[in-house]
């Protein structure tokens, strides 16, 4: 009788103790988890004359506020921040993001589509800038040829992308996004016979701006897609079926301008408006000689 006694004493203390320790397992999780969020990065383009853009990505990092008011920041020197991303400061933390290293083919994620370029969980608080450096291999494909592009000589080798601490949505809790459109037309110009990079981001959300979509016909047209007011302007290059789709607009009244080529006439619609988040369709455009 004794030895049961003793048994079960025995078995009583080894579950306490297991008990404890799940208790101290779960109270590390949780601190272990405060103060992060999830931030997911989307790469998209705004497209430019070319069949392909190749741009060597190396590696994304961003810049998190983790005060209670980010506007006590804003005299920060952010592109001094920007070169030294070794350097933390007393509410300025440096996070890396993860990424697949490598050759992005820019032109894929256009007309409404995209790649989840980085996703990582990081220290909760505002965004104030993303640093993405980019490598030497950058190429692109004109008329079936292929050309390297090249950083001009005394370029950093990175993109300095400056926010106000607002701009990426809180799309569930704890989780957060941001959408970046490489500008091809104004990231690579061709001087002397070369293609220079000089990269140029924009950056938006989907719960906060529009879109515009159509179909542009007869596919043999070529058209290019401008949509501007006094404002903004955005392109687009219709897919091999004619559809097209532009992201990223505020709310307005835009034109949309069809430049054709190859023989038919350019056309233009007015008045098109677009109210944040809605997508707007301005229809079949048919092209004529």
């Not at 799309?171 to 690579?188: A, E, M």
């Not at 392109?235 to 301008?257: C, H, I, Q």
Request: hydrophobic share 35%.
């Amino acid at each position: 009788m004794k030895t049961k006694h003793m048994l079960f004493a025995a078995i009583m203390v080894i579950a306490g103790s297991l008990l404890v320790t799940a208790c101290n397992k779960n109270s590390s999780a949780e601190v272990n988890t405060a103060g992060k969020q999830q931030l997911s990065l989307y790469l998209t383009d705004g497209p430019g004359l070319f069949d392909k853009v190749m741009i060597d990505i190396r590696s994304v990092k961003v810049l998190v506020d983790t005060s209670s008011n980010t506007r006590d920041q804003d005299d920060e020197d952010w592109d001094d921040r920007g070169m030294n991303d070794h350097r933390n400061g007393s509410s300025l933390i440096w996070e890396n993001l993860n990424i697949t290293p490598g050759i992005y083919d820019i032109l894929k994620f256009r007309n409404g589509a995209d790649t989840l370029l980085a996703s990582s969980g990081i220290a909760k608080g505002f965004i104030r800038l993303i640093k993405i450096e980019i490598g030497t291999n950058n190429s692109l494909v004109k008329d079936s040829i292929s050309y390297p592009v090249s950083q001009p000589a005394h370029d950093r080798n990175y993109i300095l992308i400056k926010l106000k601490g607002q701009e990426c949505e809180e799309y569930l809790p704890g989780k957060t996004r941001l959408w970046l459109d490489f500008d091809i037309t104004r990231s690579i110009k061709q001087e002397n016979n070369t293609f220079i990079l000089r990269p140029v981001f924009h950056f938006y959300t989907i719960s906060n701006t529009g879109s515009i979509k159509g179909k542009i016909l007869p596919k043999e047209g070529y058209a290019v897609v401008t949509v501007f007011n006094t404002t903004d302007t955005a392109y687009a290059l219709p897919d091999k079926e004619g559809y097209f789709k532009l992201r990223g607009l505020k709310d307005g009244t835009y034109s949309v301008f069809f430049n054709a080529s190859n023989g038919y006439r350019d056309t233009t619609i007015n008045n098109v408006q677009v109210i944040v988040p809605k997508e707007t369709s301005v229809g079949v455009i048919t092209l004529s000689k």
